[in-house]
């Protein structure tokens, strides 16, 4: 079962597992169709800009946490000679990610480990940076899972995180759609993840909104739902059109919601002290 928002919150359905739900969504074809390799608003060119306050070096050892199929533990394997552990819940995830380690050459710098994060044998201070994209919103106890990234962490260790935000209330007729869609259901405000991650121990360093990544994510989307469209119309793509027009219906309401402030997306990065 998902937390309800650490503030004044919007309600949503309770008895939605986000955790499962979410390792569901993000492993089906259309998901992939739609988001590309890197599973989050921003995909790498969000990755490499928060990436540069890690502060990483040849060796470096990071902590991917949700890395799903792990478009960023390759990248920061290859970019920096960061040694990467990437924790995520869905074993066909997790197994991509080691077949594209394999491939490339990258085994001996990626650790992958199939599992909630919340209870997944983590050493105290071994890792030098995390890094969590599109992940806390999923989170179930939200403070208890970052305390164990503080844990895990060593001090002068940073941590970036970018994720969506719900800074209102959504309509009350979307709730059950967005509950379960891009990872909206258990968004928080961009206060509320600040003051979580100060909670657990960290000193943040950088902290923003970011309506320019949520807004080009849901145009990205809605450009290729009209190219499913169309396939869908040419025979060529066995889905039920009907399908692919209530998906165009919720990512113009998602991007009415982004341009008046309700759902957007954020960078935080952070330090042990
Ligand atoms: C939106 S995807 C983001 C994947 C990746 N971080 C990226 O940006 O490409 C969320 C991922 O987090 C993983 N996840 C969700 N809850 C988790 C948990 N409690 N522990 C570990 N992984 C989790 C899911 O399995 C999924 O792969």
Redesign the pocket.
């Known amino acids: 079962m998902y937390s309800q928002r650490g503030g004044s919150g919007v309600t949503l359905t309770p008895d939605i597992d ?2 499962a739900c ?2 569901r969504a ?2 089906h074809p259309a998901a992939r169709y739609l988001l590309g ?4 608003p921003g995909g790498l060119a969000l ?1 490499e800009e928060v990436a540069s306050d890690l502060n990483l070096t040849p060796g470096s050892r990071v902590l ?9 533990s390759l990248f920061l394997a290859k970019k920096y000679g960061a040694t990467v552990t990437g ?4 074993e066909a ?1 997790a197994a991509e990610l080691e077949s594209h380690a394999r491939k490339q050459g990258l085994e001996a710098q990626i650790d992958v480990i199939t ?4 209870s ?1 044998d983590l050493s105290p201070t071994m890792f030098d940076a995390a890094i ?4 806390v919103s ?3 106890d939200k403070p208890a ?1 970052l305390r164990r990234i503080f844990d895990a962490v060593q001090p002068g260790g940073r941590l970036a995180i970018s994720d969506v935000i719900v800074e209102g209330d959504l309509p009350s007729n979307l709730q059950s759609v967005f509950a379960v869609a891009g ?1 909206v259901g258990g968004a928080w405000s961009l206060d509320e993840y600040v003051s979580l991650v100060e909670g657990a121990g960290f000193r943040v360093t950088r902290s923003e909104r970011r309506k320019d990544v949520a807004s080009s994510f849901v145009d990205g989307v809605r450009k290729k739902l009209m190219f499913a469209e169309i396939g869908v119309k040419l025979g060529k793509i066995p889905v039920e059109l009907e399908l692919i027009q209530q998906a165009k219906t919720y990512v113009a309401e998602a991007r009415r919601l982004i341009d008046d402030g309700t759902i957007g997306y954020c960078v935080i990065i952070a330090e042990r002290p």
């Not at 390799?37 to 989050?40: N, P, Q, W």
């Not at 924790?87 to 869905?90: D, F």
């Not at 599992?115 to 919340?118: E, K, L």
Request: glycine content about 12%; proline content about 3%; some cysteine.
């Open positions: 986000l955790n979410c390792a993000y492993s390799d890197s599973l989050h990755t991917d946490v949700g890395c799903g199929p792990g478009a960023t924790v995520t819940l869905e995830g599992g909630d994060i919340a997944v969590a994209e599109c992940v999923i989170f179930d899972v990872c």
